[in-house]
């Protein structure tokens, strides 16, 4: 039995099924429809597919019949699917660190106090003190929606990189147990 190839694998019009001429290697690998009504079928479709109406009325559409907006799969609860929440979940974890560590790069990527430099032990300080007021008045708490809006701001001067435990005592006794040693933790 002779193995299947580039060039010997049958091809199928997406929308008709018809076969498409067998591939010759000058450039009609990606063809995937017919050449004329159903190509062009295909590029009106993408183009109703990218306008926010649409997407909008076909989101409305899968949850009325209880489909998963994203793979259109059926669902019991919910919006999407438990593989397509997955796989969500695991975009927005590797896309909110990214960012974090975005910020964390431009702020120096040690603590201003004691060098620490693992980013899970850093935190963002306000230098002032002011660091609820600042967040209730930017209606953000924290995580990568403030590293964000640090982005978005340039990276102001009124935030510093320190780690947790300099953090907590700034925040509890006013002062730094480092203070002695290096000055750059004073308020």
């Given at each position: 039995?002779?193995?299947?190839?580039?060039?010997?694998?049958?091809?199928?019009?997406?929308?008709?099924?018809?076969?498409?001429?067998?591939?010759?290697?000058?450039?009609?690998?990606?063809?995937?429809?017919?050449?004329?009504?159903?190509?062009?079928?295909?590029?009106?479709?993408?183009?109703?597919?990218?306008?926010?109406?649409?997407?909008?009325?076909?989101?409305?559409?899968?949850?009325?019949?209880?489909?998963?907006?994203?793979?259109?799969?059926p669902i019991d609860v919910g919006v999407k699917c438990s593989n397509c929440s997955r796989q969500s979940a695991v975009h927005q974890r590797r896309r909110n660190r990214r960012i974090r560590e975005q910020?964390?790069?431009?702020?120096?990527?040690?603590?201003?106090?004691?060098?620490?430099?693992?980013?899970?032990?850093?935190?963002?300080?306000?230098?002032?003190?002011?660091?609820?007021?600042?967040?209730?008045?930017?209606?953000?708490?924290?995580?990568?929606?403030?590293?964000?809006?640090?982005?978005?701001?340039?990276?102001?001067?009124?935030?510093?990189?320190?780690?947790?435990?300099?953090?907590?005592?700034?925040?509890?006794?006013?002062?730094?147990?480092?203070?002695?040693?290096?000055?750059?933790?004073?308020?």
């Amino acid at each position: 039995m002779e193995r299947p190839t580039k060039v010997n694998i049958p091809r199928q019009c997406g929308y008709c099924g018809r076969e498409l001429p067998a591939y010759t290697g000058r450039g009609q690998n990606g063809r995937k429809y017919c050449p004329g009504k159903c190509k062009e079928r295909n590029r009106r479709s993408l183009e109703r597919a990218t306008r926010p109406a649409y997407r909008k009325a076909r989101r409305e559409r899968l949850l009325r019949e209880g489909r998963c907006v994203v793979c259109s799969q059926p669902i019991d609860v919910g919006v999407k699917c438990s593989n397509c929440s997955r796989q969500s979940a695991v975009h927005q974890r590797r896309r909110n660190r990214r960012i974090r560590e975005q910020a964390i790069e431009q702020y120096g990527g040690k603590c201003a106090c004691c060098g620490e430099h693992r980013y899970e032990f850093l935190a963002f300080d306000h230098i002032n003190g002011d660091g609820g007021k600042h967040r209730r008045e930017i209606n953000i708490r924290s995580g990568a929606r403030f590293c964000d809006w640090l982005r978005k701001n340039g990276w102001p001067s009124t935030i510093r990189l320190l780690c947790h435990n300099c953090n907590c005592s700034h925040g509890f006794h006013g002062y730094c147990p480092h203070e002695g040693a290096k000055s750059a933790c004073r308020v």
